[in-house]
């Protein structure tokens, strides 16, 4: 169903690498709402994903970027501009990478060259995000910024490794930029930590069909879809949200407070009377 919640708002999108991811979900629905937005990725993942067939659907352009690159994020920015036709009203950050996750190193024996690249890709391209934006004056005001985040910033999931200590960065950053933009330019700036979603890079995580499951269970509304993910990002960019900023908004069924459900502990018990 459509709201027409965007109509006429511009904006860019992060991250949207095939029909699964969580970014490709919200440019869907972001067409649908009667936004328009540019499509970025990095140049890598324009060979290996399908964000074509997004930016046909959606008619959007599509202008690659390296989202660690302050050289990139400059063009980009101002090219959206440009082809937007003006100032933007919303920007989702949708990227995550860990490369000790990718090659299997544990937390306790990291790379630490790999460690610096992906808390750079995962974290630091949120603040050069925002720091050309800003420096660029390219929000408009009352404009909603979105990153999404993992409950592993505050919780311990072992097998998230060194993505959750970029996640806790990822969600620091939001609140002190969030400042600076809300003070200077009226602009919020928030994170999603969304639910385990069968995602490219969800999937690259560790033990994760358990982890999906677990948190099925847990959760009294079940887990978020990328489609629920999406849904709740639209809401942060229309102006029904306008005096929302520096949170982590939990979007996950339930799960941030839960301590048992009866199906986890029914689980266990089904277990032990084997
Ligand atoms: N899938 C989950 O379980 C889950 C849960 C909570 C939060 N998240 C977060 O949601 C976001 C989107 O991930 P997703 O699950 O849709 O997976 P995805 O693999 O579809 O998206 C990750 C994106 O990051 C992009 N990316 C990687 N390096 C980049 C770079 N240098 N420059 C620009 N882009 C780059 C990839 O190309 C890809 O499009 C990530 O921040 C992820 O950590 C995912």
Known sequence: MSYGLLKGKRGIIFGALDENSIAWKTAERVHEEGGSFVLTNAPIAMRMGTINQLAEKTG????????????????????SVEILGGKLDFVLHSIGMSVNVRKGRLYTDQKYDWTVKGWDVSAGSFHKVMQVLYKQEAMNEWGS?????????????????????????????????????????????NTISQSPTPTTAGKGVKGFDGFI??????????????????NYTISLFSDLTQKVTLQNLFHD????????SDAVLQAFEEQQNK
């Open 60 to 79: 959007a352009t599509i202008i690659p970027a390296d989202a660690t690159s302050l050289e990139d994020l400059e063009k980009l920015v101002s090219q």
């Open 145 to 189: 910024i979105v990153a999404l985040s993992y409950m592993a910033a505050q919780r311990v999931f072992p097998d998230y490794n060194d993505m959750a200590d970029n996640k806790a960065f990822l969600e620091s950053i939001a609140r002190s930029f969030g400042y600076f933009f809300g003070r200077d330019k009226n602009v919020r700036v």
């Open 213 to 230: 499951s677990y948190a099925e269970k847990m959760s009294p509304l079940g887990n978020a879809t990328a489609l629920d993910c999406a």
């Open 253 to 260: 069924g339930g799960f941030s407070n839960m301590g048992v």
